[in-house]
């Protein structure tokens, strides 16, 4: 069983800039955040995989920055020029192989951005 912790997140005005963590127990294959707003399907906004490749929502392109610490087994997500419509609950999610048959969730944290 894997156990993610998240942390980070809160009020920020557009423009501005946050930064999620989350920290993982035992072997992942990929880390990565999900996001879903009121009214909206939750949807991938970055991943990385154990080998370094990542992959981003195009909407957040150019904005957002995953990064691993694999001593740590972390996942960090630096969020800049923020847009009241990033305004979501973000999930850590994690899968524990290539395969995605084991994905895990994070309890999700509020990020909430004004205009």
């Known amino acids: 069983q894997v156990q993610l912790v998240e942390s980070g997140g809160g009020l920020v005005q557009a423009g501005g800039s946050l930064r999620l963590s989350c920290a993982a127990s035992?072997?992942?294959?990929?880390m990565g955040w999900y996001r879903q707003a009121p009214g909206k399907q939750r949807e991938l906004v970055a991943e990385?995989?154990?080998?370094?490749?990542?992959n981003y929502a195009d909407s957040v392109k150019g904005r957002f920055t995953i990064s691993r610490d694999h001593a740590k087994n972390t996942v960090d997500l630096q969020m800049n020029s923020l847009k009241p419509e990033d305004t979501a609950v973000y999930y850590c999610?994690?899968?524990?192989?290539?395969?995605?048959?084991?994905?895990?969730w994070g309890r999700g944290t509020q990020v909430t951005v004004s205009s």
């Open positions: 990385i995989t154990s080998g370094g490749s990542k």
């Open positions: 035992g072997s992942i294959f990929a």
């Open positions: 999610n994690a899968a524990r192989n290539a395969a995605r048959s084991l994905v895990y």
